[in-house]
């Protein structure tokens, strides 16, 4: 679909985008943030090759929560602003923030300079991810929201397989450099489009009494008026730790931390570790390629079936399939295997932080999604941020490679289990409309 089909013009004369152009520029955005978190992870062989750099696996580690560690601050950041200056302003902010400090990445003349530029990266990322995912769902067709939010966040993986083909396209003939010049792209491509055509939140505008705007823009992307909230309702971050919802929010998060720190341990160490398996740099580098591949294809689908039954099954199983693939990854298996294993173990893990983000934007009422997709989010950078630094103390104590994975499969288990222990949504009917909160006990 061409984004300027989908468009409107406001009686303000700005133009918006319909329901699928904010979800194919919601899209766009998350490739590049995908690519920009997974590039680091691809560059990271030819940078251990760096006689200028000379990274041990620690740094290298470190380096990797660096980004983790900005991105949780990121992810803060949203909470505390979304509701308060918009969605609009702050995804357009964040991602000209991520793009441009992937252009410092790129110049970086030391490890120190870099590792601050991963951080900033990490804060841009951060940002945007609860927007993205808020966005996706409020923006969605009743009854396809779990679509439309695996579709922007199949954009994460995409991104990761891009990464993948640009190292091994740019690695060898233009250095490990140009992995961060690409990310630039969003800087100069989609900040402009976002600025001229990205529209508010509807749910934001009725928030801040501005009725008219917000139908008018719900209107235009062919979606329902939304609704008002329920006097007396807690809105934002208050409602995240209510009685009937505080069990489901602590779930989600420890859900997130296990989705996270599986995503970016594998993400960053997947090449070298399989390098260190014995594998050339040229199939260490495809073996993260057929891990996000999976990432992409299997939540497309998979998103369907919680949209029918329902996030709660379908996210447990996709953790519990990762564990059984990744267990088989450390065993002595045929090459061809191996591949169909990544493969799985790609959609049960990246794939599964994909459906994760869905279940949680799905799951907290309008009033308080950003800021509770932010939370979920936040929580799960702990983990994100503990992965590549925990396989880099593994990595640099010595132990055998197949350690790494058994660690993997162990935590992909406690996912499983988190999944299976959120409670379901509670609906009551008011007079005006109908709520839905977190039901315990």
């Not at 402009?192 to 801040?208: N, T």
């Not at 390629?289 to 199983?317: E, Y």
Request: aromatic fraction near 10%.
């Amino acid at each position: 679909m061409n984004m300027s089909e989908g468009t409107h013009t406001t009686s303000s004369g700005r133009a918006g985008l319909s329901a699928r152009g904010v979800l194919l520029l919601c899209l766009l955005t998350v490739v590049f943030e995908g690519y920009d978190m997974v590039a680091y992870g691809a560059a990271l062989p030819a940078m251990f090759a760096d006689a200028q750099w000379n990274l041990d696996a620690a740094q290298a580690g470190a380096v990797g929560s660096y980004g983790l560690i900005g991105m949780l601050v990121g992810s803060l950041i949203t909470g505390a602003l979304a509701d308060r200056i918009g969605r609009r302003v702050l995804t357009i902010a964040s991602t000209a923030w991520f793009s441009a400090w992937m252009g410092v990445c790129g110049i970086a003349p030391n490890i120190t300079v870099f590792g601050f530029g991963r951080f900033m990266v990490g804060v841009g990322v951060g940002a945007v991810i609860p927007l993205a995912a808020s966005l996706a769902v409020e923006f969605a067709p009743r009854g396809k929201e779990h679509r439309y939010s695996a579709g922007v966040w199949a954009g994460f993986p995409a991104g990761g397989v891009l990464a993948s083909l640009v190292s091994l396209v740019l690695l060898d003939s233009l250095g490990w450099r140009w992995m961060f010049y690409v990310g630039l792209i969003p800087l100069f491509v989609f900040v402009p489009f976002m600025i001229r055509y990205l529209p508010e939140s509807p749910a934001w505008l009725l928030a801040k009494g501005r009725v008219d705007e917000a139908n008018r823009v719900a209107a235009q992307a062919g979606i329902e008026n939304p609704e008002p909230p329920v006097l007396g309702e807690k809105v934002g971050p208050r409602a995240l730790f209510t009685r009937h919802a505080y069990l489901a929010t602590l779930l989600l998060g420890l859900l997130s931390a296990c989705g996270l720190l599986l995503t970016y341990a594998l993400n960053t160490w997947l090449p070298k570790l399989m390098q260190n398996a014995g594998f050339g740099i040229d199939s260490a580098l495809t073996f993260l390629l057929v891990l996000n591949a999976g990432a992409i294809v299997v939540p497309l689908i998979a998103s369907r079936a919680s949209d029918r039954i329902g996030p709660q099954i379908v996210t447990a199983s996709a953790f519990g399939a990762a564990a059984i693939s990744i267990l088989l990854i450390s065993l002595n298996v045929p090459t061809g295997l191996l591949y169909v294993l990544t493969f799985v173990a790609g959609a049960g893990t990246i794939g599964a932080q994909v459906l994760v983000y869905g279940f949680a934007a799905a799951h907290f009422p309008a009033s308080s999604r950003a800021a509770g997709t932010a939370w979920v989010a936040s929580v799960g950078r702990v983990g994100g941020i503990a992965g590549p630094s925990l396989v880099g103390l593994i990595v640099a104590g010595g132990a055998g490679v197949e350690v790494n994975f058994y660690v993997f499969a162990a935590i992909a288990v406690i996912g499983s289990a988190a999944a299976l222990a959120v409670p379901r949504k509670r609906t009551t009917t008011s007079t005006a409309q109908t709520v839905t909160t977190a039901e315990v006990g």
